[in-house]
């Protein structure tokens, strides 16, 4: 492998008992860490830096709101090892109420997929009666699943896996690993 990025199986762990801000890892099948997430507290215009180690001293991916507590807001990803915009995702505010809906946009700010919750029934099911039923979502792009991430059943843990398809696709595995760690960070509020 040469990066992580490349990659088809990513399994993602939050940190339990964290009191201000959170901490997510990211790990390859072999439990191996690839990315390091640490999301600061208290902080209006979200700034989220991604890692390739715990040091915090390999930084791999940036992404940042571009507007101030802003339900629709639009997070654009950054590669800084590169020194370039990879695309960015915007929640769909209205629609994410009822069930989490975002759309994904290339580097030129072309739309060229959706990031969608499981289904509506659940969706209403988990926000209505228990955050314990575990989300999924589909990844399309170009109107084919690219991508699937699913939540894990764990009461006490927000455990997941993001399973990238073998099929030719116009995904940027770095915009699916900053799609997972905003549902995890901005989705996982809510719950």
């Given at each position: 492998m040469g990066t992580p990025f490349e990659h088809k199986t990513f399994l993602v762990r939050k940190q339990f008992w964290k009191i201000f801000g959170q901490t997510f890892r990211i790990f390859d099948e072999d439990q191996k860490?690839?990315?390091?997430?640490?999301?600061?507290?208290?902080?209006?215009k979200e700034d989220?830096?991604?890692?390739?180690?715990?040091?915090?001293t390999d930084e791999v991916l940036t992404i940042k709101a571009r507007s101030i507590l802003d339900f629709g807001a639009t997070y654009d990803v950054f590669d800084p090892v590169n020194d370039e915009v990879v695309g960015s995702l915007r929640r769909k505010g209205l629609a994410s109420i009822l069930r989490d809906?975002?759309?994904i946009f290339n580097e030129k700010e072309e739309e060229i997929?959706?990031?969608?919750?499981?289904?509506?029934?659940?969706?209403?099911?988990?926000?209505f009666l228990s955050n314990l039923i575990p989300q999924s979502f589909r990844i399309e792009v170009h109107g084919s699943e690219a991508a699937t991430f699913k939540q894990h059943f764990n009461p006490f843990l927000f455990k997941g896996s993001?399973?990238?398809?073998?099929?030719?696709?116009d995904l940027d595995p770095r915009i699916a690993i900053a799609a997972v760690v905003l549902?995890?960070?901005i989705e996982g509020r809510q719950q």
């Open positions: 860490l690839l990315f390091y997430v640490k999301q600061k507290a208290f902080k209006l989220i830096r991604v890692y390739a180690d715990e040091g915090q809906s975002w759309l997929g959706t990031i969608l919750e499981d289904s509506m029934g659940m969706a209403l099911l988990r926000r993001l399973l990238m398809h073998d099929h030719e696709s549902l995890m960070a």
